[in-house]
């Protein structure tokens, strides 16, 4: 599915040079105002983690109307929960910023029902937070999960990401979380100018984008841009001791494989960002599903 995905959207980003309440679910696609944009701003590193005040300064120092609604504490790793308890604190610290005592998901559709009641943003950006959410690590992903939200209720949404496979050093990646901000303008400019007026992208599709750190110190520029699919590894394996008293310890194993070629993987670690377009849902492409429906035929109760 996701590799018939990438060429459509692949003409509508980069045929150019390269880039260097209730809910408001929408009823039909969202036109995009020729002006500056009203964007719910959210992430899974917290409110107040860097990479989310990175992206708020370039956004708003752009134009945009940019509004934090995000995780009290840090999120990382809860991927699409939300909705799991049946009361929520929320903070209004200073103006136009919100933040939920939950998940991204949370966040997100707090911010769209109470913080955006009425009418819907325009975007839904998620991050940037630490770390990439290229291959499996995308799947458990809260800053992916935000985005997933965000297009579960018909609004169109990014996810960004600043880093590689590669031992984060946290001042380098804090120093990228600015080209990665400055990445995050020029890809809405892009898609605003190519939208004209229309959808900002197509309906129930966002993207998942991963900026690597480029550079000893974090402040070099990304060799391009490619439009990528998720590669379909799983680079962390879990690691279960028992302790002989009915528990277990539980540990991670890094082991990632040989990226796949067109992947996510395989553009980060080259130093160029990866965009890779997602959906909202877990539906396989034509071919698997005809597979799949062969393989079941005749099957009854």
């Given at each position: 599915?996701?590799?018939k995905r990438?060429?459509?959207?692949?003409?509508?980003?980069?045929?150019?040079?390269?880039?260097?309440?209730?809910?408001?679910?929408?009823?039909?696609?969202?036109?995009?105002?020729?002006?500056?944009?009203?964007?719910?701003?959210?992430n899974?590193d917290g409110?107040n983690?860097?990479?989310?005040?990175?992206?708020?300064?370039?956004?708003?120092?752009?134009g945009?109307?940019?509004?934090?609604?995000?995780p009290l504490?840090?999120?990382?790793?809860?991927?699409?929960?939300?909705?799991?308890?049946?009361?929520i604190?929320v903070k209004?610290?200073?103006?136009?910023?919100?933040?939920?005592?939950?998940?991204?998901?949370?966040?997100?559709?707090?911010?769209l029902?109470?913080?955006?009641?009425g009418?819907?943003?325009?975007?839904?950006?998620s991050?940037?937070?630490?770390?990439?959410?290229?291959?499996?690590?995308?799947n458990?992903?809260?800053?992916v999960?935000g985005?997933?939200?965000a297009?579960?209720s018909?609004?169109?949404?990014?996810?960004?990401?600043?880093?590689?496979?590669?031992?984060?050093?946290?001042?380098?990646?804090?120093?990228a979380?600015?080209?990665?901000?400055?990445?995050?303008?020029?890809?809405?400019?892009r898609?605003q100018a190519?939208?004209?007026?229309?959808?900002?992208?197509?309906?129930?599709?966002?993207?998942?984008i991963?900026?690597?750190?480029?550079?000893?110190?974090?402040k070099?520029?990304?060799?391009?841009?490619?439009?990528?699919?998720?590669?379909?590894q799983?680079?962390?394996?879990?690691?279960?001791?028992?302790?002989?008293?009915?528990?277990?310890k539980?540990?991670v194993?890094?082991?990632?494989?040989?990226?796949?070629k067109?992947?996510?993987?395989?553009?980060?670690?080259a130093?160029r960002?990866?965009?890779?377009p997602?959906?909202?849902?877990?539906?396989?492409?034509?071919?698997?599903?005809?597979?799949?429906?062969?393989?079941?035929?005749?099957l009854?109760?």
């Amino acid at each position: 599915m996701r590799r018939k995905r990438v060429l459509p959207l692949a003409a509508l980003l980069l045929s150019a040079p390269a880039l260097a309440g209730t809910v408001p679910a929408a009823a039909s696609p969202q036109t995009t105002p020729a002006g500056p944009l009203r964007i719910l701003l959210t992430n899974d590193d917290g409110y107040n983690a860097p990479g989310i005040r990175k992206v708020f300064e370039h956004l708003t120092a752009a134009g945009h109307d940019v509004t934090i609604v995000a995780p009290l504490t840090n999120q990382s790793g809860t991927g699409t929960k939300m909705l799991s308890g049946t009361t929520i604190a929320v903070k209004h610290p200073e103006p136009k910023v919100w933040a939920v005592d939950g998940t991204p998901g949370d966040s997100v559709m707090f911010g769209l029902s109470e913080v955006f009641e009425g009418q819907a943003p325009d975007l839904v950006v998620s991050g940037t937070n630490f770390g990439p959410n290229v291959a499996g690590l995308a799947n458990h992903s809260g800053t992916v999960g935000g985005a997933i939200a965000a297009l579960e209720s018909g609004v169109p949404a990014i996810a960004v990401s600043t880093g590689g496979f590669a031992a984060p050093d946290p001042v380098a990646t804090v120093n990228a979380m600015r080209p990665t901000a400055d990445f995050v303008v020029k890809l809405i400019d892009r898609l605003q100018a190519r939208s004209k007026s229309g959808q900002l992208l197509p309906e129930g599709v966002g993207l998942n984008i991963n900026h690597p750190v480029i550079g000893a110190d974090g402040k070099g520029t990304a060799d391009g841009t490619s439009t990528t699919f998720q590669d379909p590894q799983a680079p962390l394996v879990p690691d279960f001791t028992d302790s002989g008293d009915g528990t277990w310890k539980v540990g991670v194993k890094f082991a990632p494989q040989p990226a796949a070629k067109g992947g996510d993987v395989e553009a980060v670690s080259a130093d160029r960002i990866a965009i890779s377009p997602m959906a909202a849902n877990w539906n396989t492409g034509p071919a698997d599903f005809a597979k799949t429906r062969a393989l079941l035929a005749g099957l009854r109760p």
